[in-house]
């Protein structure tokens, strides 16, 4: 399979602030490493998944893919062509074909819009259907996530969470778009009509060959929906490959505590220990050698020292840990 | 594990409805609600997106707008929450009562820096002075799992990450260490790990402080890792309540046995997932029967007429004719 999208060594910083104490110490003013030399790539009919601890960097790699924010370094390349350099017409192609369903759909909806309006406005900025048609189909985008039909004629604060989550993802699902990076796109749903919208990706998928960037904290999920698999930790892929392969058998620690905390249905209290331990990661100050060794219970003295690459260390497929593949 | 059902202290719910009016007329969005949650007890409340559990929450917490009719009892420590008016309701909101909202982004304020959020709470409810505001404003990024605090107070919501928002509003619903805490889907934007560590900071304020925590989330994992009872809902109504490994052992209504088996997990990888079949109920027109009979596998013809009572037993309560059939 050839690629899709697909991004390489994409690098993005955010400037952060200074107290007011900071700024007359004249300190300089700190940087938010949010995300450093990611390189991912989905290719049409694939689902690539995208899991990590919260801030490492998911929602600023899925804006830098469709072009919401620039990356610093790195790039993008859309059916071969480089994202960065298109203009007029292929551009406008471009934002039609790669489309994001939101992390907080309340955000990414205009309250002053009915959510017919909002979707209607979608159909006819790409000319996806002839105006007279229009209606019909804003009626059947709301059928396919599971929302009546007089659901266009209300405003977004009037709908529940998981409603808003809905209609944020058939807006996306409107302009008929060849990749969707989803950020977090069912966590605010029941498990029933979560299914009812895993289902929908994976029929679209088989139907339009849909090419799917999957961000989501439910590895469940991840693993049900899944081909592969990235796994971020403070702004890096610390390991990617094939999911069934990651979950039998992850190689990175950071993996292997991800997986472990996962809860399960058998009622109880919390176990016994947490997941991960230690110092908390700071994007702010990211720790010398792998961002990982303060937490890991592996480490060695050399990990504080050097930042180990992501390549295959003798399996077959990448992870950044000197400490591979030994538990 | 039972807790006493002592009016005077924890959070008592009976018969609760909130009416929508809208220019297509009422939408009844919650239908007659009853709920229980004592001191250092955590309830989980789970049920079909749209059921009613957020409205429900701003109804105990009197957070609805203009156009919502609220009826019933939402008794807090004896006090009859309803009845009281907006200025009354202020020094309850925030000091004994925290929220934690769906949506971070909704309920934070774009144009604050999140520690002066902090702060403004501490303000309303406490006598800490600046300093003492400072101090505790950082230990509760710390508590959240927000590294390099400092900074990070200097900062507005859209710098943080979607997880972060939702920490952010978790500090604050925290800050002054409410007796009852609403927390509507706290960790849906979480990874694991930090889920965990989120779980663990409210079972010790439960635990240490004997707060009262209701938890409304779509994680059944989370029900039956934190959650000593559980209430199911569904269409507006409560369909059961129970100790959460009763009712995930054994449901005793329709509905959450059909939940149950929608879980992802259950089946093969990249094998289609098992939803409940057929459409949402609609809550402009709510049926006189049973709302969950038009998708139910075991209904028979009482249940689209009449709607099932509220059946009683020791620890557990349900209203399900088909309960046998399950
Ligand atoms: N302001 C409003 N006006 C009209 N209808 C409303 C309003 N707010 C909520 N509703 C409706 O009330 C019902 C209950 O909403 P609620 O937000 O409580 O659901 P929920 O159980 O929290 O769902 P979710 O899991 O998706 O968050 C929904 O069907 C919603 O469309
Ligand atoms: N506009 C911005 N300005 C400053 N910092 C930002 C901005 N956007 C993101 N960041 C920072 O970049 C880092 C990564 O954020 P991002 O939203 O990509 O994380 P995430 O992996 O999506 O996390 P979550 O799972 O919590 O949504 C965070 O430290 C965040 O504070
Ligand atoms: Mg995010
Ligand atoms: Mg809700």
Known sequence: ?327 | MMASRDDSTGLTVRELRVVFDTSRGPIFAVDGVALDVAPGEVMGLVGESGSGKSVSLRAVARLLHANARVTGSVRWRGQELLSLSDDQMLPIRGAQIGIIFQEPMAALNPVLPIGLQIEESLIAHTTMDKAQRQARALQLLDQVGIASGATRLAQFPHEFSGGMRQRAMIAIALAASPALLLADEPTTALDVTIQDQILRLLLRLKDELGMALLLVTHDLGVVAETCTRVAVMYAGRVCETGPTADVFANPHHAYTAALLRAMPGSGPAQAKLIPIPGMAPRLDAPSPGCAFAPRCTVSEPLCTTTRPPFVQEATRSSACYGRARL
């Open chain 1, 1 to 327: 399979m050839s690629a899709l999208l697909s991004a390489s060594n994409l690098t993005r910083r955010f400037p952060g602030n200074r107290g007011l104490l900071d700024m007359l110490a004249r300190k300089p003013r700190p940087v938010v490493h949010a995300l450093s030399d990611v390189s991912i790539d989905v290719s049409a009919g694939e689902t690539l998944g995208i899991v990590g601890e919260s801030g490492c960097g998911k929602s600023t790699l899925a804006r830098c893919l469709v072009r919401l924010i620039e990356p610093d370094e790195g790039n993008i390349s859309f059916d071969g062509a480089d994202v960065g350099s298109l203009e007029g017409p292929a551009r406008r192609k471009f934002n039609r074909a790669v489309q994001m369903v939101f992390q907080d759909p309340y955000a990414s909806l205009n309250p002053r819009m009915t959510v017919g309006s909002t979707l209607a406005e979608a159909l006819r900025v790409h000319e996806i259907v002839p105006a007279a048609e229009i209606n019909a189909r804003v009626a059947s985008l709301l059928d396919l996530v599971q929302l009546p039909a007089t659901a266009a004629t209300r405003y977004p604060h009037e709908f529940s969470g998981g409603q808003r989550q809905r209609i944020g993802i058939a807006r996306a699902l409107a302009v008929e778009p060849r990749v969707i990076i989803a950020d977090e796109p069912v966590s605010a749903l029941d498990v029933s009509v979560q299914a009812q919208i895993v289902n929908l990706f994976m029929e679209l998928q088989e139907r339009l060959g849909l090419a799917l960037v999957f961000i989501t904290h439910d590895l469940r999920l991840v693993r049900h929906m899944t081909h592969r698999v990235a796994v971020m930790y403070l702004g890096r892929v610390v390991e990617i490959g094939p999911v069934e392969d990651i979950f039998t058998a992850p190689r990175h620690p950071y993996t292997r505590a991800l997986i472990s905390a996962v809860p399960q249905l058998t009622p109880g209290l919390l176990r016994g220990e947490p997941a991960v331990r230690g110092e908390l990661p700071s994007p702010l100050s990211p720790p010398s050698g792998c961002a990982f060794h303060p937490r890991c219970p592996i480490a060695l003295p050399q990990c504080a020292a050097e930042r180990p690459a992501l390549d295959a260390r003798g399996g077959t497929w990448p992870v950044a840990c000197l400490r591979a593949d030994e538990a």
